[in-house]
């Protein structure tokens, strides 16, 4: 093969797959900006009772949002530099659970941060805290998927959510990481000791030790 038809193969070679993932973005946005009004609409009707963001003491809020999410007022859907935050933001969160009937990493994680950006620019922090609040997946409790905080704290503290102590409210936080991992009931202990770690974290005494370390490993 001369030389000069080498290099446009190469050329060719590395701009096709740039090209291929370009137009594949394009369209994700555009089909995600044409669908994320009717998604709401439904989401809306599933998931807008029975809390509400207006619900949580700011305390509450702040306790959420450092485990959680902590740049979510700052970030546009994708956080990639929070320390702690990880790598799935409050609005990533929402979007795997509304747009994607199967979620498998990998391409996926593409797709999802590229809607999260679109469901931010269309979805306001406040509707986002509140769809969140009411479907967040919170483990499996006798045979059923429990969803939300409020369903969360009647099915494992027998009581609504306004009524759950801060501890109790934290034993439900300490699961989103890892719902059935972190199970207040069915794991007590490994509960317990997440609770402890986020309390050392909320209390200032340490750090998270990078954008990854959603378990706070210096706070043992």
């Known amino acids: 093969m001369p030389k000069s038809r080498r290099k446009k193969f190469l ?11 370009t137009l594949y973005s394009a369209w994700i946005v555009a089909d995600a900006s044409r669908k994320t009004p ?8 599933q998931y807008w009772t029975p809390l509400r963001p207006g619900d949580l003491s700011s305390e509450r809020l702040h306790m959420l ?10 970030h546009h859907g994708v956080d990639l ?3 702690g935050a990880g790598y799935t933001t409050i609005t990533q969160a929402l979007v795997k659970q509304l747009y994607f009937a199967h979620f498998r990493p990998g391409l996926a994680k593409w797709k999802q941060s590229l809607i999260a950006l679109v469901f931010d620019r269309q ?6 805290l509140h769809l969140y609040l009411n479907s967040v997946y919170l483990g499996n409790w006798q045979g059923k998927e429990i969803h939300g905080f409020d369903a969360a704290a009647r099915a494992y503290f027998n009581k609504p959510f306004a009524q759950l102590s801060d501890e109790e409210y ?5 699961m989103v990481v890892g719902p059935n991992e972190f199970h207040v009931r069915s794991h007590p202990e490994r509960n ?6 986020i ?15 959603v378990f706070y490993e210096n706070c043992r």
């Open 192 to 197: 317990a000791d997440r609770v402890a770690r």
């Open 123 to 128: 979805v306001s922090k406040q509707d986002q």
């Open 81 to 83: 530099t929070t320390p």
């Open 199 to 213: 309390q050392r974290l909320l209390s200032g005494a340490c750090k998270p030790a990078g954008m990854s370390d």
């Open 65 to 74: 949002l450092a485990v959680e999410d902590p740049g979510f007022y700052s």
């Open 38 to 45: 009717q998604i709401m609409e439904q989401a809306r009707r």
């Open 170 to 174: 934290l034993a439900l936080v300490a």
């Open 11 to 21: 050329i060719l070679a590395v701009l096709a797959p740039v090209l291929t993932l």
